[in-house]
């Protein structure tokens, strides 16, 4: 089993940054795989980056330039900061991990999630 718990969320005016938190705990391989969704009011899921299996950062288009991907492997944690908020970044933004296929955005190829954290952005 794995256990994600996100952090960091919060309230910003538009322009304003902020960096989310994302702890794994149990299989370390069971965890790998992970990423960053979000979901707005009254939307679906949608990837926001992801980790690949090379190590690499993969973005949506809009959040390109905006948002960074980092790992801490030795506090098992991924963070994404995200600069330039706009009120369309609003949404509840969650870890998953346990990715089952090459697919980085696919929300249904995630085995794990966390309870998630609530990104409002005003302007």
């Known amino acids: 089993q794995v256990q994600l718990v996100e952090s960091g969320g919060g309230s910003v005016q538009s322009g304003g940054s902020l960096r989310l938190s994302c702890v794994a705990s149990g299989s370390t391989y069971s965890r790998a795989g992970m990423a960053w969704f979000r979901q707005p009011p009254g939307k679906e899921r949608e990837g926001v980056a992801a980790?690949?299996?090379?190590?690499?950062?993969s973005y949506a288009d809009s959040v390109k330039g905006r948002f960074a991907l980092s790992k801490d492997n030795g506090k098992n944690t991924l963070y994404l900061q995200m600069n330039s908020l706009e009120p369309e970044d609003t949404a509840m933004y969650y870890c998953a991990a346990g990715r089952r296929s090459p697919w980085l955005f696919r929300a249904g190829d995630y085995n794990y999630w966390g309870q998630g954290t609530q990104v409002t952005v005003s302007s």
């Open positions: 980790i690949d299996s090379t190590g690499r950062s």
